[in-house]
């Protein structure tokens, strides 16, 4: 599925202009980091995706179908997305029951859904906890829970809005298997993230919002090698760039062995 966005503005109750005047169009299978200081615009943006919030001005459309006209119903089952605090999406007295609400809403056959159900549960580490109260589980846990759900909706376009944050190494590993299954289903992915090593080693694309405006859309590489913009949008680049700065070097791979690569030149 793609999305197009043209003019896009939004401008909130009381006069705030959030989003101002922006365009992109996001292709079938790509996979693209939407970064920008807190308050630039992310969370506004991706919530027009999805029909939750409509635009003031231009057009967001999902597979060339404007968003002003669908109801977020419909649109569910096309755009799925992961908010940052997991309490705000978990619903249901059980875990089982909380990754089958999405399926079930969009109208999925029983048996779909129980076996999209037992697949992320199993991806996830939970099938074990499957009957416990989701708020009985820790912070880390219902974040897991969350992308669970999240994935087991099936959808064509996933957005998840700062999905490392709360996790360990070996649970980021768990995010970053799913995220490239996803494109490699030609499904397309959308992650705000303050992670840039995440960011790095999982996007080939990144846009910059800056005050509700875009400044970049481009190549990931491209991004983490313009120092003035990193700092202009409140960005820390990834560990390894900052390695290789450190030498004078650029790198074509964003990856400890890109960097391995470049030195042994």
């Not at 992320?120 to 499957?130: I, T, Y």
Request: glycine share 10%.
């Amino acid at each position: 599925m793609t999305i197009e966005v043209s003019n896009l503005s939004y401008c909130y109750s009381g006069g705030v202009l959030a989003l101002n005047n922006i365009s992109f169009n996001l292709k079938q299978g790509e996979t693209v980091a939407l970064l920008g200081h807190n308050g630039s615009g992310k969370s506004t943006l991706v919530r027009h995706f999805n029909g939750l919030l409509k635009p003031t001005g231009g057009t967001v459309s999902v597979n060339s179908v404007a968003t002003v006209g669908e109801k977020v119903s419909v649109l569910a089952g096309k755009v799925a997305m992961l908010f940052q605090n997991p309490d705000d999406q978990i619903c249901k007295a059980t875990v089982w029951d909380e990754v089958a609400f999405g399926p079930e809403n969009l109208g999925y056959e029983p048996e779909r859904i129980s076996v999209l159900v037992e697949k992320f549960l199993s991806v996830f580490g939970l099938l074990d906890r499957k009957d416990r109260n989701p708020h009985d589980l820790g912070f880390s846990e219902r974040k897991r829970l969350v992308m669970a759900s999240v994935l087991a909706m099936d959808t064509g376009i996933v957005v998840f809005d700062e999905p490392t944050a709360g996790l360990d190494p070996l649970e980021i590993s768990m995010l970053e298997g799913e995220i490239s299954k996803l494109g490699e289903q030609g499904r397309t992915v959308v992650i705000i993230s303050h992670d840039m090593d995440f960011v790095a080693e999982n996007c080939s694309r990144a846009i910059c919002l800056e005050n509700g405006s875009k400044r970049f859309d481009g190549n990931v590489s491209d991004l983490f090698s313009n120092s003035s913009l990193i700092e202009r949008c409140g960005l820390l680049a990834p560990q390894v760039v900052q390695l290789a700065d450190h030498y004078n070097l650029r790198l074509d791979e964003i990856t400890p062995q890109g960097f391995i690569n470049k030195i042994l030149v």
